[in-house]
């Protein structure tokens, strides 16, 4: 059994945490699996929110071994933690190779012997799971799973406040950032680069011809290809960067703390691999689809929307001169 004074100061800590700050989605998630962790000595902890559909699971954060390795992907009823969303329960496994529910991926490279999996519970739904696992067997007992009950309740209504502000802004095809929040945001980088002395870049990238592919292939294949280049953008690009669709076929990425040089080469990457990678719908057509992208730096002097508007002409520039390309601007 934990020790109670110990778990009390986790969990006190934890609220504090989740209440007293602003914490935007990505950061109280990692707070809550910080304190999973320590909580119950694991080698993992990791929490699963629901998408705005209610099928899919996103991994929200992970931490301890295995940190750095890409999640997999969970669908509800899928593995033990699909299970515990669409069953609403708890489930703790003292050997996780004698439960069918446990799905072993091949490329995991950390040991899961046994696992606790807590289903967080709002308005009468279950909007996450959070899951701790141990290198040892039976590693976890009856006063974890109270604890975990607890941990939960404790981290629910903060968690769903800022899971709730992020689908209201963000493109549900892409899950990009909406465009009524880029002038926001970029106004909030501009702010920090003047004080940190930072540099700052932006791409503005616009998908050549997409209207062929609509009225070619459907609107659903069009669709498809919005989500294949959100993921390849998202692949590129650093975590710290800021993806947003600003409309239709347009995206910009905001790139703090990068020189325009650095810039152009995430674009040219973002460029080629779109044009040498066909996307595959689910008509099994193959699709080849191309980008043209503008790329700015900040001047240190220009506000935002000169900023913005400087990467769309060059973006327009790249249209001009043949498409499928990248410009800088002056």
């Known amino acids: 059994m934990r020790n109670p004074a110990d778990a009390f100061d986790v969990l006190l800590g934890l609220t504090r945490a989740l209440t007293e700050q602003d914490l935007e989605l990505d950061a109280a998630l990692r707070t809550v699996t910080d304190a999973a962790r320590r909580l119950f000595s694991g080698t993992h902890a990791s929490l699963r929110v629901v998408d705005e559909t209610g099928d899919e699971l996103r991994s929200g954060a992970r931490v301890g071994v295995g940190e750095g390795e890409q999640p997999p992907k969970f669908e509800r009823g899928e593995g033990v933690v699909g299970w515990v969303i669409e069953h609403g329960q708890v489930a703790r496994i003292d050997h996780v190779a004698d439960d069918p529910r446990f799905i072993h991926f091949k490329d995991q490279r950390y040991v899961i012997a046994s696992l ?81 002395g930072y540099a700052l870049s932006m791409l503005l990238m616009d998908l050549d011809h997409f209207k062929r592919v609509n009225d070619t292939h459907g609107h659903a294949a069009g669709d498809e290809v919005l989500v294949a280049f959100g993921e390849l953008v998202k692949r590129q690009v650093r975590k710290e960067d800021v993806f947003v669709r600003r409309g239709g076929e347009e995206f910009v990425v905001l790139m703090p703390a990068c020189r325009a040089p650095i810039a152009f080469a995430v674009a040219e990457r973002i460029r080629e691999t779109l044009a040498d990678t066909p996307i595959v719908v689910s008509s099994g057509a193959e699709i080849r689809q191309e980008v043209s992208i503008g790329v700015a730096e900040w001047n240190q002097a220009e506000d935002a929307k000169a900023l913005e508007g400087r990467a769309d002409a060059a973006m327009y520039e790249a249209k001009r001169t043949g498409r499928n390309r990248t410009c800088v601007s002056k």
């Open 116 to 196: 606790l999996a807590i289903p967080l519970w709002s308005a009468g739904k279950v909007v996450g799971c959070l899951t701790i696992t141990s290198d040892q067997a039976s590693h976890f007992d009856d006063s974890d799973e109270l604890i975990g009950r607890l941990l939960a309740n404790c981290a629910v209504p903060p968690l769903e406040r800022a899971r709730l502000q992020q689908i209201a802004m963000t493109d549900p095809q892409t899950r990009a950032l909406t465009h009524g929040y880029l002038l926001p945001r970029l106004e909030g980088e501009l702010e920090l680069a003047k004080e940190k």
